[in-house]
């Protein structure tokens, strides 16, 4: 955002540097990105001043009459000019050009004046035309001035062309405030404890009422506030020089007075207005509504717009003039025929201004206010100030009443502040008379003030401050985070609560451990083909969230399962000769459940194809398998310290092959497998895919940081072996979980070891090979408790699975 410095003096006091108040301006918030000077004329007249011929003697040069002057320029001595205009005499007030300036004359090449001789004479400056100063194109004669100025003023200071500054501010888009020459001057106020110079609007006053306008506002949630009225008898015309340097100085091209004078409004006081000609209200009735669906609207701009029903339109009886807050149209707007105008100044909810502007693509001057939040009490001054400027520039007179509507009032918000927060936070103990005179710089007041605290009463337009934290942050950045001193020992504080596990260091540690282990992390696209969504359909938690825009087919719709982006990534480095890949990625999938509303899932997935290992001449190529994955997906597991999972089968309708589901009190948390090969075909990858999908909030909830530790047994460990003839269906799971059921005491660690599946033990039937480690941690198992605790394992496995011992 760009501010005039001279503007800003126009509102307070500045005597100091446009580079001083750039630094105040940084210091508060407001962060200065450049300075750059705006001359009027070429040079800015520097070296150029005001002086007085004090003698003047004629003298011939070939039929040419000169004259040798003495001038006082302001200096301890008069300078010797000798000049060529016919028309200098002594005792008149000239515009001098001293030795060392460089003067821009109109239509030519500048150059500088020196101290030499001149036909036999030293001259020891230039007295100058209008032309030869780029004032004018006169070259008649010499300047002679009517002024009683000191000798030496700077002849900028004589044409009121004193040099301007453009300081552009880096507005974060949370300093909606700001967004204006008035809001930059409140902080200005409340850093440099000076006050704000208000334009008086006493003068206002209604001529007439000749020329009424009915307003009605059918949406007053979209609008709660509307004023207005007209000015008859204005004459459009170019604006004047002051008003017209003011705008370029902050980047706008000058169109008219009448909508200068709006566009002077909007960056002076941060209040966009709107004035349409009065003739093109059809029926004299301002009606503010919603637009009807699909009807075609031409803005200023020329273009034709397809309006939606919750675009909030600016109409008179027939027609739409204009969308609200955001472009007027073609048909009302300021012709230079115009004599009748009707003056605008509304306050339009910020949600409804933004969506409308995002839909049609229009970023203007006034949207950029609006949707972020204007002050809607400022309403009504704005519209009699802007009134009075046209009235001064265009002529006229108010022809009616002025058109208030504003039937609910948005009040201040309330936000109590304790003192000890506010110590607490700053790190410093501030005088509170110091405080509340901050604050009340900012326009929040105080109410109920104790020895505790006090209640802050924000204005609406400061939408940023909302919570006590926010009142904090006014106080600081106005005392200046430079003014707190460092103690001895650095802290910090907050109001915040912190998770007691960070999900984003949580995602480095996972993603750095996976890392180490051969993968690499990627980001995919949250858009995906409908296609992907519809082959795995009866797997999805609920329908497709559709894109209202979609850029094209294959990006119309939001992921509800990361596995294709997952293999999309694998094919793309497949194709490209990239034969052995591990991948992890972190993301979400978006779903529009049964009751209508939508649900973000946050996921790990991990996929991997081809070999486990490079090639390479020390070992022989292996190949990928689903206990590589398993392996992977156990060393996630085992980094959150996740205990007491329970093993589910893969829903038949799920997209692997084969696999398993890890449940902790019944939630997935992972499912893992081989992909089938019907979805690996439609990515054109011929290889088999492992693939493995966390849910990431379960598994962020499953984190223990407490580690145990526990003393070496001096007892030694024991190991017996069972061969358990059982049926197809049996799992080892189950056999793991028969195991610690019944004994728990003893049993430290159980294994598979072999697994066989022939006509010797039945068609229907596998023997599983297993090893049972046992250790008493108090004393040295004897053959007898060992013998007991296998035989009460052995009766388990026959009673729960039906297995038969293998001897």
């Given at each position: 955002m760009?501010?005039?410095?001279?503007?800003?003096?126009?509102?307070?006091?500045?005597?100091e540097?446009?580079?001083?108040i750039?630094k105040?301006?940084?210091?508060t918030g407001?962060?200065?990105?450049?300075?750059?000077k705006?001359?009027t004329?070429?040079g800015?007249?520097?070296?150029?001043?005001?002086?007085?011929?004090?003698?003047?003697?004629t003298?011939m040069?070939?039929?040419?009459?000169l004259?040798?002057?003495?001038?006082?320029?302001?200096?301890?001595t008069p300078s010797q000019i000798?000049?060529?205009?016919?028309n200098v005499r002594?005792?008149?007030?000239?515009?001098?050009?001293t030795v060392?300036t460089?003067?821009?004359?109109?239509?030519?090449?500048?150059?500088?004046i020196g101290?030499r001789?001149t036909y036999?004479?030293?001259?020891e400056g230039m007295i100058?035309a209008?032309d030869?100063?780029?004032?004018?194109?006169s070259h008649?004669g010499?300047?002679?001035?009517?002024?009683?100025l000191p000798n030496?003023t700077?002849?900028?200071?004589y044409?009121?062309?004193?040099p301007?500054?453009?300081?552009?501010i880096?507005?974060?888009?949370?300093?909606a405030?700001a967004?204006?020459h008035?809001?930059?001057?409140?902080?200005?106020?409340?850093?440099?404890q000076?006050?704000?110079k208000m334009?008086?609007?006493?003068?206002?006053?209604v001529?007439?009422?000749d020329?009424?306008i009915?307003l009605?506002?059918e949406?007053p949630?979209a609008?709660?506030?509307?004023?207005g009225l007209?000015?008859n008898?204005v004459?459009?015309?170019?604006?004047p020089?002051?008003?017209q340097k003011a705008?370029?100085?902050?980047?706008?091209?000058?169109i008219n007075?009448v909508v200068?004078?709006?566009?002077?409004?909007c960056?002076g006081?941060?209040?966009p207005?709107?004035?349409?000609?009065?003739h093109?209200?059809?029926g004299q009735?301002i009606?503010v509504?919603n637009?009807?669906?699909?009807?075609?609207f031409?803005?200023?701009?020329?273009?034709?717009?397809t309006?939606s029903a919750t675009?909030?339109m600016v109409?008179?009886a027939?027609e739409?003039?204009g969308i609200?807050g955001i472009?007027?149209g073609t048909k009302s707007?300021?012709?230079d025929?115009t004599?009748?105008i009707?003056?605008e100044c509304?306050?339009?909810?910020?949600?409804s201004?933004?969506k409308?502007?995002?839909r049609?693509?229009l970023k203007t001057?006034a949207?950029?206010r609006?949707?972020?939040?204007?002050?809607?009490?400022?309403?009504?001054?704005?519209?009699?100030?802007?009134a009075?400027?046209?009235?001064e520039?265009?002529?006229?007179?108010?022809?009616?009443?002025?058109?208030?509507f504003?039937?609910?009032p948005?009040?201040n918000?309330?936000v109590?502040?304790?003192?000890?927060n506010?110590?607490?936070?700053i790190?410093?103990?501030?005088?509170?008379?110091?405080?509340?005179?901050?604050?009340?710089?900012?326009?929040?007041e105080?109410?109920?003030?104790t020895?505790d605290?006090?209640?802050?009463?924000?204005?609406?337009y400061r939408?940023?401050v909302q919570?006590?934290?926010d009142?904090?942050?006014e106080?600081l950045r106005?005392y200046?985070l430079?003014?707190i001193?460092?103690?001895?020992?650095?802290?910090?504080?907050?109001?915040?609560?912190?998770?007691?596990?960070d999900?984003?260091k949580q995602k480095?540690?996972?993603?750095?451990?996976?890392?180490a282990?051969?993968?690499?992390?990627t980001?995919?696209n949250?858009l995906?083909?409908?296609?992907?969504?519809?082959?795995?359909?009866?797997s999805l938690?609920?329908a497709?969230?559709?894109m209202l825009n979609?850029?094209?087919e294959?990006?119309?719709v939001?992921?509800?399962?990361m596995?294709?982006s997952?293999?999309?990534?694998l094919a793309?480095?497949?194709?490209r000769r990239q034969?052995?890949l591990?991948?992890c990625?972190?993301?979400k999938?978006?779903h529009k459940?049964?009751?209508g509303?939508?649900?973000?899932k946050?996921?790990?997935?991990?996929?991997?194809?081809?070999?486990k290992?490079?090639?390479?001449?020390?070992?022989k190529?292996?190949?990928?398998?689903?206990?590589?994955?398993?392996?992977m997906v156990?060393?996630?597991?085992?980094?959150?310290?996740?205990e007491g999972?329970?093993?589910?089968?893969?829903?038949?309708?799920s997209?692997?092959?084969?696999g398993?589901?890890?449940?902790?009190?019944?939630k997935p948390?992972v499912s893992f497998?081989?992909?089938?090969?019907?979805?690996?075909?439609m990515l054109?990858?011929?290889?088999?895919v492992?693939y493995?999908d966390?849910d990431w909030?379960?598994?962020?909830?499953?984190?223990n940081?407490?580690v145990?530790?526990a003393?070496v047994s001096k007892?030694?460990?024991?190991r017996?072996?069972l061969s358990l003839v059982?049926?197809?269906g049996?799992?080892?799971e189950q056999?793991k979980?028969?195991?610690?059921?019944?004994e728990r005491?003893l049993?430290?660690?159980i294994?598979?070891?072999d697994?066989?599946?022939?006509?010797?033990?039945g068609?229907?039937?596998?023997?599983y090979?297993?090893?049972?480690?046992?250790?008493?941690?108090?004393q040295?198992?004897t053959?007898k408790?060992?013998d007991k605790?296998?035989?009460k394992?052995i009766m388990?496995?026959e009673k729960e699975?039906?297995?038969v011992i293998r001897?």
């Amino acid at each position: 955002m760009k501010l005039s410095y001279n503007w800003l003096r126009q509102l307070i006091d500045i005597p100091e540097l446009p580079e001083e108040i750039g630094k105040v301006f940084t210091a508060t918030g407001l962060e200065v990105e450049g300075i750059e000077k705006i001359e009027t004329v070429a040079g800015g007249l520097a070296g150029i001043v005001v002086g007085e011929v004090l003698t003047c003697e004629t003298f011939m040069v070939k039929e040419k009459q000169l004259s040798l002057t003495t001038v006082d320029v302001g200096a301890a001595t008069p300078s010797q000019i000798v000049c060529g205009a016919a028309n200098v005499r002594a005792g008149q007030k000239v515009i001098v050009a001293t030795v060392g300036t460089t003067i821009y004359p109109a239509g030519g090449q500048p150059f500088t004046i020196g101290s030499r001789k001149t036909y036999g004479h030293l001259s020891e400056g230039m007295i100058c035309a209008e032309d030869e100063i780029g004032m004018g194109e006169s070259h008649d004669g010499i300047m002679v001035l009517n002024t009683d100025l000191p000798n030496g003023t700077p002849a900028a200071d004589y044409f009121g062309l004193a040099p301007d500054y453009t300081i552009e501010i880096g507005l974060t888009p949370n300093r909606a405030d700001a967004a204006s020459h008035l809001g930059a001057a409140r902080d200005l106020r409340a850093a440099l404890q000076r006050p704000l110079k208000m334009p008086s609007v006493a003068s206002f006053k209604v001529q007439n009422n000749d020329f009424p306008i009915e307003l009605v506002v059918e949406n007053p949630e979209a609008c709660p506030r509307f004023c207005g009225l007209t000015i008859n008898g204005v004459t459009v015309q170019p604006s004047p020089d002051w008003l017209q340097k003011a705008l370029r100085a902050i980047g706008l091209n000058p169109i008219n007075n009448v909508v200068d004078a709006t566009n002077y409004i909007c960056h002076g006081l941060g209040q966009p207005m709107h004035a349409y000609d009065w003739h093109a209200i059809v029926g004299q009735k301002i009606v503010v509504k919603n637009a009807t669906e699909g009807a075609k609207f031409t803005t200023l701009d020329k273009v034709e717009r397809t309006l939606s029903a919750t675009d909030l339109m600016v109409c008179n009886a027939e027609e739409p003039m204009g969308i609200g807050g955001i472009f007027g149209g073609t048909k009302s707007g300021i012709k230079d025929s115009t004599t009748r105008i009707y003056l605008e100044c509304a306050y339009f909810e910020p949600n409804s201004i933004r969506k409308t502007a995002l839909r049609h693509g229009l970023k203007t001057d006034a949207s950029f206010r609006f949707e972020r939040g204007t002050d809607p009490k400022f309403k009504l001054y704005a519209l009699q100030y802007c009134a009075l400027l046209i009235q001064e520039i265009a002529g006229g007179e108010v022809a009616s009443e002025v058109e208030d509507f504003y039937p609910n009032p948005i009040p201040n918000v309330a936000v109590p502040v304790k003192y000890k927060n506010v110590d607490r936070l700053i790190g410093k103990v501030l005088d509170r008379p110091l405080m509340h005179r901050i604050l009340q710089d900012l326009d929040i007041e105080l109410h109920h003030q104790t020895a505790d605290g006090f209640v802050a009463s924000v204005p609406p337009y400061r939408v940023d401050v909302q919570r006590e934290a926010d009142i904090i942050e006014e106080i600081l950045r106005i005392y200046g985070l430079d003014n707190i001193e460092l103690s001895a020992q650095l802290s910090a504080d907050s109001f915040s609560a912190f998770p007691v596990v960070d999900p984003d260091k949580q995602k480095l540690r996972i993603a750095n451990l996976l890392a180490a282990n051969g993968f690499n992390e990627t980001m995919t696209n949250s858009l995906t083909k409908p296609l992907y969504n519809e082959a795995v359909r009866e797997s999805l938690l609920g329908a497709d969230v559709l894109m209202l825009n979609a850029l094209s087919e294959d990006l119309s719709v939001m992921r509800q399962t990361m596995l294709f982006s997952s293999m999309e990534s694998l094919a793309y480095n497949l194709n490209r000769r990239q034969r052995d890949l591990k991948l992890c990625e972190f993301g979400k999938t978006y779903h529009k459940m049964p009751d209508g509303k939508y649900a973000e899932k946050s996921h790990l997935v991990l996929a991997m194809a081809g070999s486990k290992h490079g090639e390479s001449w020390l070992e022989k190529d292996q190949k990928l398998a689903y206990h590589d994955l398993a392996a992977m997906v156990h060393l996630v597991l085992n980094a959150f310290r996740v205990e007491g999972l329970q093993t589910q089968e893969l829903a038949a309708q799920s997209v692997f092959d084969y696999g398993l589901t890890y449940a902790r009190n019944k939630k997935p948390l992972v499912s893992f497998g081989q992909v089938k090969t019907k979805l690996t075909k439609m990515l054109d990858i011929k290889q088999p895919v492992f693939y493995a999908d966390f849910d990431w909030t379960l598994l962020l909830k499953q984190y223990n940081d407490r580690v145990r530790f526990a003393e070496v047994s001096k007892f030694p460990e024991v190991r017996r072996d069972l061969s358990l003839v059982l049926d197809k269906g049996v799992s080892f799971e189950q056999i793991k979980q028969t195991a610690y059921k019944y004994e728990r005491e003893l049993l430290q660690a159980i294994n598979v070891f072999d697994v066989y599946e022939g006509d010797n033990i039945g068609a229907e039937k596998k023997s599983y090979s297993v090893s049972f480690n046992l250790q008493d941690a108090t004393q040295t198992l004897t053959d007898k408790v060992i013998d007991k605790t296998m035989q009460k394992l052995i009766m388990a496995f026959e009673k729960e699975l039906g297995a038969v011992i293998r001897k």
